[in-house]
């Protein structure tokens, strides 16, 4: 008896064992589909947007979900007609284990192949950083903690405008970005704790872009440099020709820039930079008169501000301001346009100037060649009037004591 009541307790217990398991298995089974389901809802709810998910993959030892083959549209509240906007391959969502190890609970994100789309359909500039805040939101609905790491592998970022004639569309490709330390947990006592580092190609040329900031201030903080190198200009003709009426026949571009900001004022400079450029040739034959007076006028233009002893069109234009009320100093930018005209051609590259610490003062714009032959003219106005004031002064105190030494 006392046997057979112990192997019912062992068939108890193990058929206990087997069905929680069972249960174990089936909720694994079954957890996919039932988040893949509820995934989908969700985008085919967002207000003005409409997206789907292939596939959702678990790996609940590592924490983590993949979302496959992913894509969301924007959808027009009249017409319902959707327009791209966001692809991706892959989406890895997984607990950050570098910072769980440090005490916090946080998030990393990967995501392979991601397509942007930003389409110009009637609609103003705004709606582009419009766009972006929301895809950052999409971001957010999908991952439950606070994202510390992201990544971007192999991306693409796309403009197209359906309104121009011709229409333009553009891309930047073989994009590869990383931000890490965003949620600060790690490194906490740095002035700039978190990092991005992004790499794209663009119609031959290369960008590069460096930033270092504290994502959690109130107000925009970071130290920015970027380098754009060597973009063939040829192969963005129809955008020129969109925008600008012109045709390029030749020519390179680049750009480089450094921008720092804290306490809600900003400094920096840009400085474009455009070699061999050619905007009329045999290739404008067929064009019509008004066309070809636009592009003579253009082609002349560059022509006059290139440096004729390198053929390069250059110029460094610095700005320093708040942020609500971004201001350039344009009258230094023309003057750095014609001092490159007939001096030199500026050194492609960044000049490593900006920085937080140049953020609170003006640094003193260095006088170029231009400025030294012709002077300031405000200034020299005030300081000719200070020196007839002197001469003045002096004659009137002759005046007086002669006066003085008669009496």
Do not use: C
Request: aromatic share 8%; net charge positive.
């Amino acid at each position: 008896m006392l046997m057979e009541r112990r192997h019912k307790r062992r068939r108890k217990a193990v058929t206990i064992v087997l069905v929680v398991l069972a249960l174990i298995v089936a909720v694994r089974i079954a957890l996919p589909y039932v988040i893949l389901k509820y995934a989908n809802k969700t985008l085919a709810e967002m207000d003005g947007y409409n997206g789907h998910i292939e596939d959702i993959d678990l790996a609940v030892i590592r924490g983590a979900y993949k979302l496959d083959s992913i894509y969301i549209n924007q959808v027009d509240s009249v017409t319902k007609k959707e327009t791209p906007f966001l692809a991706a391959s892959l989406v890895d969502l997984s607990i950050e284990w570098r910072s769980l190890f440090k005490g916090s609970l946080v998030g990393e994100v990967i995501v392979d192949n991601p397509v942007v789309r930003f389409t110009k359909e009637k609609v103003e500039p705004k709606e582009v950083a419009k766009d972006s805040s929301d895809f950052r939101k999409v971001l957010e609905e999908f991952m439950p903690l606070k994202i510390n790491r992201l990544e971007f592998r192999n991306g693409q970022l796309q403009y197209v405008d359906n309104t121009s004639n011709p229409k333009v569309d553009i891309s930047m490709t073989d994009v590869d970005v990383v931000a890490l330390n965003l949620r600060n947990s790690y490194d906490s006592a740095a002035v700039l704790p978190a990092r991005i580092d992004a790499r794209a190609t663009i119609y031959d040329g290369r960008l590069t872009m460096k930033m270092k900031l504290n994502p959690l201030a109130e107000v925009p903080t970071f130290d920015m440099n970027a380098e754009w190198k060597n973009t063939n200009l040829v192969k963005l003709n129809e955008f020129f020709q969109a925008y600008a009426k012109i045709d390029v026949n030749k020519g390179t571009f680049g750009l480089y820039t450094e921008v720092a900001a804290k306490e809600g004022t900003f400094t920096g400079y840009v400085k474009p930079l455009l070699q061999d450029i050619d905007v009329l040739g045999k290739e404008d034959r067929k064009d019509n008169i008004l066309r070809k007076v636009w592009e003579s006028v253009t082609g002349t233009v560059s022509e006059i501000f290139e440096n004729q002893s390198k053929e390069t069109f250059a110029t460094k234009i610095p700005f320093h301001g708040d942020i609500k009320d971004p201001k350039a100093n344009i009258f230094f930018a023309i003057m750095q346009i014609l001092e490159n005209a007939f001096i030199n051609a500026l050194q492609p590259s960044i000049d490593q100037q900006i920085n937080l610490a140049t953020v609170d003062k003006v640094q003193e714009e260095k006088k170029g060649f231009l400025q030294k032959v012709f002077g300031d003219k405000e200034k020299d106005n005030d300081q000719a009037k200070d020196t007839e004031k002197a001469k003045r002064d002096k004659k009137k105190e002759k005046k007086e004591k002669k006066e003085k030494d008669r009496g």
